[in-house]
């Protein structure tokens, strides 16, 4: 794999192209790292302030859901952000509201996948990975294909999507943008804020799916209704309408 470079995302370069998130962002750049994760979840502990943003060019131990790895390549963006929540909050669905803005950010093309993929023609095109810092206090980790995606291990390469032609700079600042804005409405209103938003990029939306939990338990199957107003997933079954509110499992299309 070749290490993804962007020589181009620096404070002084970013800061111009902000609008909502304008004075509220401190972008610090890495040319490698573990895991921005990880790194910014140290700094929270001492005391990094919201807003504190940790971009690399490379992760040596890039972390995703669900206990996996996180393979970066080309151009793609790996950033972290730390955000605090007031205290009357419920974070229910912080990391699908974090989905939306990511998804309204690249385009018409993304859609969401329960909990919080992003998708271009059932492709993954960017994760999330929100982890907590303390209280009320959230790392949100964001990872974005960008460009050629080459060198990806052979798997991964065939189920990733990537957002061709798009200067890295501009999609950072973007998705800055919509994410503090869709922040700070979920302050006031928590997932209730973005729910609409969320369903109308939902791309399993009517579909017949299957839901494996860890378990070798038979999945769960039936047609997907996409989210209520807390983000847990709905799925109407031959007998009833189940709410799922964890997302430790795997959603499938039938
Ligand atoms: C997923 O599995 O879909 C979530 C992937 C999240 C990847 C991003 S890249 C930046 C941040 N640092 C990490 O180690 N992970 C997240």
């Not at 206990?67 to 793609?76: D, K, L, T």
């Not at 990872?143 to 995606?149: K, Q, R, T, V």
């Not at 939902?202 to 983000?231: F, I, K, M």
């Amino acid at each position: 794999m070749t290490a993804p470079e962007h020589p181009a995302i620096q404070p002084e370069t970013l800061r111009p192209l902000l609008t909502r998130a304008a004075g509220r962002i401190d972008l610090q750049v890495l040319a490698e790292c573990d895991s921005t994760n990880l790194q910014l979840q140290h700094r929270a502990r001492s005391g990094a302030p919201a807003g504190t943003l940790l971009l690399t060019q490379h992760q040596t131990a890039g972390r995703g859901r669900r206990g996996r790895s996180w393979y970066q390549e080309g151009q793609s963006l790996a950033f972290s952000l730390l955000w605090r929540l007031p205290p009357s909050t419920n974070p229910s669905g912080l990391s699908l509201a974090v989905g939306v803005a990511v998804a309204e950010a690249l385009g018409p093309q993304a859609q969401l996948k329960w909990p919080n993929d992003i998708l271009c023609d059932g492709r993954k095109l960017a994760g999330i990975l929100i982890e907590s810092a303390g209280p009320h206090t959230y790392v949100i980790g964001i990872g974005i294909n960008l460009g050629s995606l080459d060198g990806l291990p052979g798997e991964l390469g065939h189920s990733a999507a990537s957002v061709a032609d798009a200067a890295p700079l501009e999609v950072l600042a973007r998705v800055i943008d919509r994410l503090v804005e869709v922040l700070d409405s979920f302050a006031v209103h928590g997932f209730a804020a973005v729910h609409t938003r969320w369903q109308n990029r939902h791309a399993y939306q009517d579909l017949a799916v299957s839901l494996y939990a860890e378990t070798d338990s038979p999945p769960l199957q039936g047609v997907c209704r996409g989210v209520d107003q807390n983000g847990s997933l709905l799925i109407e079954t031959a007998t009833c309408l189940q709410t799922i509110a964890s997302g430790d499992v795997s959603l499938r299309l039938q």
